[in-house]
């Protein structure tokens, strides 16, 4: 089992930036490749980055060139670097563990933290 615990939202303006962490325990994360999804209002999950275990980067074209995600696996630990940020940007942000297939799709995660809230004000 691994649990994620995700940290570092809150309340910005728009051009501002937040950096989100996501702490696993249970197991180490190395061999994972590490998601973070946002849950806008009244939509569902939708896929912002991932990184593999071998860190290669993905990323959804609304937010290239604005968010970088990376990992750090002596301290069991994945970030969200997002930058620029608007309005839009607003949504509980949640990170996922898997196994490394279908990077982009809820489905290809096994373990969820509980997200934490973004609010970007305009």
């Known amino acids: 089992q691994v649990q994620l615990v995700e940290s570092g939202g809150g309340l910005v303006q728009t051009g501002g930036s937040l950096r989100l962490s996501c702490l696993a325990s249970g197991r180490t994360l190395s061999r994972y490749t590490m998601g973070w999804f946002r849950q806008l209002p009244g939509r569902g999950g939708e896929f912002v980055a991932a990184v593999t275990w071998n860190s290669r980067t993905y990323y959804a074209d609304s937010v290239k060139g604005r968010f970088t995600i990376s990992r750090d696996n002596a301290k069991n630990t994945v970030y969200l670097q997002m930058n620029s940020l608007e309005p839009e940007d607003t949504a509980v942000y949640s990170c996922?563990?898997?196994?490394?297939?279908?990077?982009?799709?809820?489905?290809?995660?096994?373990?969820w933290g509980q997200g934490t809230q973004v609010t970007v004000s305009s």
């Open positions: 996922g563990a898997g196994s490394g297939e279908y990077i982009t799709l809820q489905i290809g995660y096994n373990y």
